[in-house]
């Protein structure tokens, strides 16, 4: 005669398997109060909810010479912790490129400011998606997979804003992960079936 899953330990399971599926759905874990305040703060007034770091766009009188990014996470905002939404501000010069890379904890919806980009992300399957943008436009960079932006346009810059769904949703570099963190020069020339030569010109392109 079969075995049968006791009714308390089957329903048990159930539960902890629907409690690890919303665990897995949810980027940020929901707070039990109106918002998080630093162990190291006491009383808090409006300007714990103020972030005054932006206030450089609007005074910049120059555009930046490389790619930039001006971030407002709980990192920079300790407000947003547990707000499960943060903001960035990308600024990319004529012929410049926000290389590949990942935010592992949020989707990336990204609204174009001025000028014209193309992006691109590639999903799990290996598909490239790209897509032409010019001001106005609004592209969505799904949660985890590999993204670009690149301003192909050699005389304008382009400047776009960011928000995740997350109020630290992460980003993974890839040439910087994969390239200036050590990894075995074997290992990566063996991952890339090319030289171990070829792998060390590439650290050494990224650590100069």
């Known amino acids: 005669m079969a075995s049968r899953i006791p009714t308390m330990k089957l329903l048990s399971l159930v539960l902890s398997s629907f409690l690890i599926v919303q665990i897995a759905l949810a980027s940020d874990l929901d707070i039990l109060s109106d918002f998080l305040v630093p162990a190291n703060q006491n009383n808090v007034g409006g300007g714990f909810f103020t972030y005054t770091g932006m206030r450089v766009l609007v005074n910049q009188s120059t555009f930046p010479a490389n790619f930039t990014i001006l971030k407002a996470s709980m990192v920079e905002f300790p407000a947003l912790n547990g707000q499960s939404v943060s903001y960035a501000v990308l600024q990319y010069p004529a012929s410049s490129l926000n290389p590949p890379h990942t935010h592992p904890r949020a989707a990336e919806p990204l609204f174009l400011v001025d000028g014209s980009l193309e992006v691109g992300f590639v999903d799990t399957t290996n598909k490239l998606f790209t897509q032409s943008l010019q001001a106005g436009d609004m592209?969505?960079?799904?949660?985890?997979?590999?993204?670009?932006?690149?301003?192909?346009?050699?005389?304008?810059?382009?400047?776009a804003i960011s928000s995740f769904g997350s109020a630290n949703a992460g980003t993974v570099s890839l040439p910087k992960t994969l390239f200036a963190t050590n990894i075995d020069d074997t290992i990566l020339a063996k991952s890339f079936k090319t030289d171990v030569s070829i792998i060390q010109a590439l650290k050494a392109g990224l650590a100069s």
Do not use: E, M, S, T
């Open 139 to 159: 592209f969505i960079f799904p949660k985890g997979l590999v993204h670009y932006q690149y301003n192909a346009d050699p005389n304008n810059p382009a400047i």
